[in-house]
């Protein structure tokens, strides 16, 4: 069974995702969280920079990405950089909270180097990765991470990240694998816009060919799915 929370606006999600960032600074000393990219993301981001500066104890976060395009920092396609210029240029983050993917670097070089981090600087549990938050999207293909159901294959991965690619482009990118984003602690889905809700309507019913969509293979048991009204439209 889907978890599932509907928000009249994208605006109404990101105060209640501001909420759960206070409460799980409130709780414990360090909190690791995975951040996605995407338009979702950046509308959340630009709330939480123009009105929680100083409503969450942003000294005990450390972030992470879900998955990054192989870009340099700078590029507009870095979903770094956009958290940069969104949210952290904007608040009291020091760069030593920051884990990020090195897009610049050649997809293998970038890999590797991101799962050092990860073993590194993110707790263990049963050896594995343990992110307190991991953050998802959903593309309208269905799609999660960067995770395509061309490749649906890379969530099973032993790895800790691997490359997928995306389906038009050819665009190569580091992505968590299926284990590492299903042993977080908590996973909050932000899914918003007309675009998605075919996908949320078929993946709620069960319908025959999620089982083409990696976002159908993240654990119902760990996640929490926020939805806008639009995305939300033929749920009941």
Known sequence: MFHYQIFDTKADLAHAFAQKLINLTAQQDKVTLALSGGS???AI??????TYVDKIEWKKLTFFWVDERCVAPTHPDSNYGMTHRHLFSKLPIETHQIFRVKGELKPEEAL???EALLNKEVKMLNGLPCFDLTILG?????HTASIFPHEID?????QLCTIGHHPQSGQARV???GRVINHSREIIFMVTGA???DKVYELFTHAPQVKQYPASLVDVNKSLWWLDKEAARQLP
């Open 138 to 142: 959903m593309g309208d293909d269905g």
């Open 112 to 114: 590797i180097d991101y």
């Open 195 to 197: 675009s998605k809700t």
């Open 175 to 177: 992505t968590l694998t």
């Open 45 to 50: 981001f630009d709330v939480l920079a123009q």
């Open 154 to 158: 890379l969530w099973h991965s032993p």
């Open 40 to 42: 979702t993301p950046q």
